[in-house]
């Protein structure tokens, strides 16, 4: 086998019907940090991933009470009506919170 195949952590996230497998490698090169959402868009990577909740002002006050900052301000994007909310993990990925108008 290969050596970065041996190195490989593996995580299973699963409820219901939703399932997520997390890779991690070995050796993660640290993100580039944005103190402004528009200012991530023209770099090249993963930009983020998003998770839905039920109510968006209830996931970002449990945040802010386990001093997790937001990146920004809420907002709504009318097109889809979803109100939604960005931050970083603790290795600089972006997470985008969605939830109903």
Same mark, same amino acid.
């Given at each position: 086998m290969h050596d970065g195949i041996l190195s490989l952590q593996l995580a299973y996230l699963s409820r219901g019907s939703a399932k997520i497998e997390?890779?991690?490698g070995a050796g993660p090169a640290p993100q580039e940090r944005f103190a402004q959402l528009d200012k991530s868009f023209g770099v090249e990577r993963l930009h983020h991933?998003?998770?839905a909740v039920d109510d968006l002002d209830a996931a970002? +006050?449990?945040l802010a009470e386990r001093d997790v900052p937001l990146l920004g301000e809420p907002f709504v994007v009318e097109e889809?009506?979803?109100r939604l909310a960005f931050l970083e993990d603790n290795a600089g990925n972006l997470i985008e919170l969605? +939830?109903?108008?």
């Open positions: 997390v890779l991690a991933f998003c998770l970002i +006050a449990e889809i009506g979803r969605s +939830a109903p108008r």
